[in-house]
């Protein structure tokens, strides 16, 4: 079994936030403890942008060989619980594709982005200048 990595946007600010620290990284600090405690076995790697700036915060879930999903919306306090079971639900795919009825309610509304694996080396006929 592949490890799932959760990317979360460390610089994500919700315009209605007063927090001084942005929630991006109150959400990653709040994900920290969620997975100590829970023991999942999930990488977590904070980046610094997901540019879905509009859609504060922001996470994506990627492993090798599958789809990487995009989700957004979620509430940095609170959310941490919801996105480690999507993680647990995408990582018991073989392909990253979660069914729709599957998804907590908040991966069904925060969705952004799905994208395709990448291709790790391609054929020289796929290259094109």
């Known amino acids: 079994m592949t490890i799932t990595t959760i990317y979360v946007c460390t610089n994500c600010k919700a315009a ?3 927090s001084p620290e942005r929630a991006g990284a109150r959400l990653m600090t709040a994900l920290e403890g969620v997975i100590a405690i829970s023991g999942a076995k999930v990488r977590l790697e904070g980046v610094e942008c ?3 700036c509009k859609r504060p915060c922001t ?3 990627s492993a090798p060989g599958k789809w990487t999903y ?3 919306d979620f509430a940095p306090d609170s959310a941490p619980e919801t996105i480690l079971e999507g ?4 990582a018991a795919t073989d392909d990253g594709l979660i069914p729709w009825k599957q998804r907590p309610d908040a ?9 395709p694996p990448s291709v790790s080396s391609p054929k020289a ?3 094109t200048p």
Request: glycine residues 8%.
């Open 50 to 52: 997901l540019s879905v």
């Open 70 to 72: 995009v989700y957004g």
């Open 16 to 18: 209605e936030d007063t």
């Open 107 to 115: 991966l069904k509304k925060g969705v952004i982005a799905r994208l």
């Open 87 to 90: 993680a647990a639900l995408y």
């Open 59 to 61: 996470v994506a879930f």
């Open 125 to 127: 006929s796929e290259i």
